[in-house]
């Protein structure tokens, strides 16, 4: 069993499976998929184990936050030594699984009040330029907001039974029901995983039936469209005609002006985008002299924006100096910013937030690179001369825009999760200006007390007068915040804030 941390999928199911709302068919049917993986089940027995033990160990009248467990890696020969064991358990859970569900679906008759779970809803968004900015832009999608309406960039729509539609601008797409979505221009990538078979794409010329697999299609502006497949098959349903599959690897379009509708095209791999790119990139130093480092963030620049580079430091013993940070488009310099800027562990940090703004003059697609030259700090002024520990510094540049520049008071206002090292916390802050920290629901009083928030240029500072530090954070969007001057994942805004 590997120490990579458990699939967001995984982590999701088994949360849903304790702590609700209930699982549909098709999420039992995945996540029993998942469960095919040693890493999966072992998550799966740990956290479930530890649920069974909470009511034994802790009051009726206390609620608990169960901390997510760390997987180590154990030899192989430990697994076949305890198979009978895991069978045991496996079966033991299994049934326990199944009761489970029982209740749920008692419990999702009986209850009248619980919030219906839409049929799918915004996941992700990159360098997005919506068609009308005047409009709020729903993140539920249902049959009373179910467009998307998109001049550039991408979305990332995910539907309850775990499709996941990746659409690419200028593009008008509609979530059609619970199983189906209607595409009306523009480009999509779609994946389909196991138990939602059947999921369905209407466009002008027909119809496209998955039958288990990835596919995309391209609603052409000449009114034709292009459909493609990545893996698995699907079914082609249009009018006037018997339907037709497509294999993995084929590729058609279809043009209701030509003399025959459908033709064969060799499929384009690198037209469509599958999902949404990473905005985090590595880097690392592990020696004093300065190094130049390059990221390829083309994937992320879709519009003209004020885009901002955070380095973050993740981890080793010396901080890292960070300056001239240029922005390329072709090899051609855009945008820079060459002030001085610190990233290491909380004291060590400052101004390790670059703007880098592009202008509607300076904008087009292209391959778009940011270039910035990273040091250690001097271990004389770090406490760190007589240190024998080999000289090396690791974290990630995170890429971003929109509310990175632009977020206020009342958009942090509110509660935030995240996971470290095991452990989950929760942030609040509140309106009135005072902050607290939870972790693993029990109040971090002795180091948070009398801390206070602000925000300034679309940067919350927590101010800790005890330890005499001071915290930072900005937003990627509505409902994720980024620590920037501290090595945690970012932290998601909690339901119902």
Not at 315 to 328: E, K, Q, S, T, Y
Request: charged share 25%; glycine share 8%.
């Amino acid at each position: 069993m590997s120490s990579r941390p458990p699939h967001p999928k995984l982590r999701l199911l088994v949360d849903r499976l304790h702590d609700g709302p209930p699982l549909s068919k098709t999420e039992v049917a995945q996540l029993e998929e998942l469960l095919e993986d040693d890493d999966a089940l072992a998550y799966y027995i740990a956290v479930s184990h530890q649920e069974a033990l909470l009511e034994s160990v802790i009051p009726q009248d206390r609620p608990s936050l169960m901390p997510r467990p760390r997987l180590a890696r154990f030899p192989r020969i430990v697994w076949m030594a305890a198979a009978a064991v895991a069978a045991c358990l496996v079966f033991a859970l299994g049934l326990g699984l199944g009761r489970r569900l029982d209740r749920q679906v008692e419990d999702r008759t009986a209850s009248t009040d619980a919030a219906p779970v839409p049929p799918a809803r915004i996941t992700g968004l990159v360098g997005v330029e919506w068609t009308d900015e005047s409009k709020p832009h729903q993140i539920d999608l249902n049959p009373a907001s179910n467009q998307i309406s998109i001049k550039s960039g991408l979305v990332e729509v995910t539907y309850a039974n775990g499709v996941s539609v990746t659409l690419e601008g200028p593009a008008v797409y509609e979530v059609a029901g619970n199983e189906s979505g209607r595409l009306q221009k523009g480009k999509l990538y779609t994946t389909v995983p196991k138990g939602a078979e059947g999921f369905k794409i209407h466009y002008a010329g027909g119809t496209v039936e998955d039958l288990g697999t990835e596919f995309a299609m391209d609603a052409l502006p000449d009114g034709s469209t292009e459909v493609g497949v990545f893996s698995g098959k699907i079914k082609l349903h249009s009018s006037g005609r018997d339907a037709i599959t497509l294999f993995e690897n084929q590729s058609l379009v279809q043009s209701a002006d030509a003399g025959e509708p459908l033709q064969n095209v060799p499929l384009d791999r690198k037209k469509f985008v599958p999902k949404l790119p990473a905005r985090d990139f590595r880097w690392e130093v592990a020696s004093p002299d300065v190094q130049e480092v390059s990221f390829d963030v083309t994937h992320l620049l879709w519009k003209p924006a004020k885009y901002r580079a955070v380095f973050k430091w993740i981890n080793g013993p010396d901080a890292a100096v960070v300056r001239n940070v240029r922005l390329f488009r072709d090899d051609k310099l855009v945008a820079a910013d060459d002030h001085s800027g610190r990233t290491g562990k909380l004291r060590f940090v400052s101004n390790n937030i670059f703007a880098l703004d592009v202008f509607p003059g300076s904008y087009s697609r292209g391959r778009w690179t940011v270039v910035a030259q990273i040091q250690t700090l001097n271990r004389k002024g770090g406490g760190l001369e007589n240190d024998p520990v080999a000289i090396g510094s690791q974290g990630i540049l995170q890429f971003e825009e929109g509310l990175v520049t632009g977020a206020g008071p009342d958009q942090f206002t509110g509660r935030w999760s995240y996971h470290h090292m095991g452990d989950l916390f929760v942030r609040e802050f509140r309106a009135d200006g005072s902050v607290s920290l939870k972790r693993n629901g029990v109040a971090e009083d002795s180091s948070w007390s009398g801390s206070r928030w602000k925000v300034e240029n679309g940067i919350l500072d927590v101010t800790l007068p005890d330890k005499m530090l001071v915290e930072r954070h900005v937003l990627r969007d509505a409902k994720t915040l980024i620590f920037t001057s501290n090595p945690y994942e970012n932290a998601v805004k909690e339901e119902g804030e």
